[in-house]
């Protein structure tokens, strides 16, 4: 699957969100899709509760799309 072709603006905006440590403020549909596409994975922590990152594949995507 090719990220570039499958992301929308909704989704755009929740990985770069994820990427600035704003994951909590992504919608839950969105974070579904962005699971889905491997660009993002769950982090489990006890204090703060579920937390998101981004993969390898996710971070590259943002670096091609900063340039």
Same mark, same amino acid.
């Given at each position: 699957?090719?990220? %570039?072709?499958? =992301?929308? $603006?909704?989704?755009?905006?929740?990985?770069?969100?994820?990427?600035?440590?704003?994951? +909590?403020?992504?919608?839950?549909?969105?974070?579904?899709?962005?699971? %889905?596409?491997? =660009?993002? $994975?769950?982090?489990?922590?006890?204090?703060?509760?579920?937390?998101?990152?981004?993969? +390898?594949?996710?971070?590259?995507?943002?670096?091609?799309?900063?340039?």
């Amino acid at each position: 699957m090719n990220a %570039a072709t499958q =992301l929308d $603006q909704q989704d755009l905006c929740g990985l770069e969100s994820v990427a600035e440590g704003r994951a +909590p403020s992504v919608p839950a549909d969105v974070v579904a899709r962005l699971l %889905a596409m491997g =660009l993002v $994975q769950k982090l489990d922590e006890e204090e703060r509760g579920e937390m998101l990152q981004l993969t +390898p594949r996710g971070l590259s995507f943002i670096r091609s799309s900063d340039q």
